[in-house]
């Protein structure tokens, strides 16, 4: 079966800091850019930040620029979030994406596999 598995959420105090990977199985996911997406209860998906296949293409949302750092390493096809700085708003659940055009962007539409998510909690 073809999956995105996200894992590294947790619950950690305002400023603290988490690491989020994102491990791809069954199809290689070769040539596909990656991105991660996240929503908070009562609220709509958004974009995070996302990485092309050649990693040259970078892109962030405005709320986590200069905090959030996403990397990837296509031989263990795992894609990465680093998250520092955290804040209470940022609480939500964090979503893997894998996105054929190989580009990447905010555009959701754009990404044709997705993970199941994980939760980053953050406390006052």
């Known amino acids: 079966q073809d999956q995105l598995v996200e894992s590294g959420g947790g619950l950690v105090q305002t400023g603290g800091s988490l690491r989020l990977s994102c491990a791809a199985s069954g199809r290689t996911f070769r040539d596909y850019a990656m991105g991660w997406f996240r929503q908070a209860p009562g609220k709509e998906r958004e974009f995070v930040a996302s990485i092309s296949w050649r990693g040259g293409r970078i892109y962030y949302a405005d709320s986590v620029k200069g905090r959030f750092t996403i990397s990837r390493d296509n031989a263990k096809i795992t894609v990465f979030l680093q998250m520092n700085s955290l804040q209470p708003e940022d609480t939500a659940v964090y979503y893997c994406?894998?996105?054929?055009?190989?580009?990447?962007?905010?555009?959701?539409?754009?990404?044709?596999?997705w993970g199941q998510g994980t939760k980053v909690t953050v406390s006052s």
């Open positions: 994406a894998a996105d054929p055009s190989g580009l990447g962007g905010r555009n959701y539409q754009s990404y044709d596999a």
